[in-house]
């Protein structure tokens, strides 16, 4: 029987085989928190008294409250870009976490430990990427390493192909809705299958970034084809190292994931596996439409949206575009697209995660209901807990924005 993705991982990094359930002392080749978490992983830092063990690989990212709405949080992004400075740590503010980690720096067998829960968002290039609290972080940043149990692996067997207006966000919404928002609880979600060469790179990055909503540690793909010609494309070819996966590994159990029987699909409040297909809910009338953060911001994200987006005269919702990094937002404002979101009155913010997790730039009014290409949807995720929110790809989100209400994007396509 083969070895697991994470199991092959693991035992690169530890330099001998482990087991399922084994506990390591692991080396870990990536750590980062961001403002929200920042200030505590410092403070667990000073309180170690050791500093960095290697500074060049540790992260603090501003991007939770970008530029800062209140002066405790322009306070706390002052800490950090003062401890970065003074331990020669990078102190990033474009874009998100999650994005910048995947463009910039995560490559295939690295182990990432990340103070925020969507870190799995790097296991799409084949990177054992998980979220750890304040301390581990600190710990990690620190001594580089992290003491970790070896989790089981659920396989995920991808296969067919998606049809015209369904997205890798139907499919994780789907998966989510099959196996339950504690269907992977310490577990790595691993990829598998023919399908796997129909689902492309940025499709990937928001699968692998929403496993933790079904309570994965983390959720991994095989480093191929696609993730080569991806750091290709961002000038770190170099970093590319194959890790196969197999459909006979060691695996729990093993969930099969028909792409070609998807529809487009929604997860209704306030839980993210309370899911529905978008065609069968109803006259659900929205009030906010919010295309970006870490989970669908990205430049291939808004040619979808841009594809619904394009036809029309006016929108019947409130539209915020929230890029996940400037690299997007440099993209999308010398692209067409640019100009008309702006004259269909859409609000284009700065890379970050402002309205997603409910801090500034489109917090929701007392009843209202937005549709979100985000990751959660709990009660006050976007700020207000009298609020309701629906969670769908680009696509369904642009067919929302045009109609007022949630819209199978199919009736445009």
């Known amino acids: 029987m083969a070895e697991t993705l994470v199991k092959k991982i693991i035992s690169s990094k530890t330099g001998k085989k482990v087991q399922t359930g084994e506990i390591v002392i692991m080396p870990v080749d990536r750590a980062f928190c961001q403002d929200g978490t920042g200030p505590l992983s410092i403070d667990g830092i000073n309180k170690l008294g050791i500093g960095l063990k290697n500074p060049s690989r540790c992260y603090f990212f501003i991007d939770h409250a970008v530029p800062p709405p209140r002066a405790e949080l322009a306070n706390a992004h002052k800490k950090i870009r003062d401890f970065a400075a003074a331990n020669k740590a990078k102190c990033i503010m474009r874009g998100v976490c999650h994005q910048i980690m995947a463009e910039e720096f995560s490559s295939p067998y690295d182990v990432i430990v990340g103070a925020d829960s969507h870190t799995p968002t790097s296991g799409a290039l084949g990177a054992f990427a998980a979220g750890f609290g304040s301390t581990d972080v600190a710990a990690a940043m620190s001594a580089g390493a992290v003491w970790l149990r070896v989790p089981e692996s659920l396989g995920i067997e991808l296969k067919g192909k998606l049809n015209k207006g369904v997205t890798a966000k139907d499919v994780i919404i789907d998966i989510i809705g099959k196996i339950g928002a504690d269907g992977a609880t310490y577990k790595v979600m691993e990829f598998f299958g023919e ?16 496993t933790i909503e079904a309570g994965a540690k983390t959720g991994i793909f095989p480093a191929d084809e696609t993730v080569r010609k991806y750091l290709k494309s961002r000038g770190r070819e170099g970093d590319f190292r194959e890790l196969p996966a197999s459909s ?15 529809v487009p699909m929604v997860s209704c409040p306030h839980q993210v596996d309370n899911v529905a297909a978008a065609q069968e809910l109803g006259d659900v009338k929205a ?7 870490c989970t669908n911001g990205r ?30 937002l440099k993209r999308l404002s010398a692209s067409p697209m640019f100009a008309k979101f702006v004259d269909l009155g859409a609000t284009i913010i700065p890379p970050g995660c402002g309205p997603c997790c409910g801090v500034h730039e489109g917090i929701l009014a007392d009843g209202a209901v937005a549709l979100s290409t985000a990751n959660r949807n709990f009660k006050g995720r976007m700020g207000n807990p009298e609020s309701f929110v629906y969670l769908a790809s680009p696509l369904t989100a642009a067919a929302t924005a045009i109609k007022g209400r949630i819209t199978d994007p199919r009736e445009f396509l």
């Open 287 to 293: 009030d906010v439409v919010l295309i970006g953060t």
């Open 248 to 262: 006979d590994a060691d695996y729990e159990n093993v969930v099969a994931e028909d792409m070609s029987a998807l």
């Open 299 to 328: 430049f291939s994200d808004y040619e979808a949206a841009y594809e619904l987006l394009k036809n029309a005269d006016s929108l019947k919702t409130t539209l915020i575009i929230a890029p996940a990094s400037n690299t997007v």
């Open 195 to 210: 399908g796997l060469k129909n689902l492309p790179m940025d499709g990937r990055f928001t699968v692998s970034n929403m």
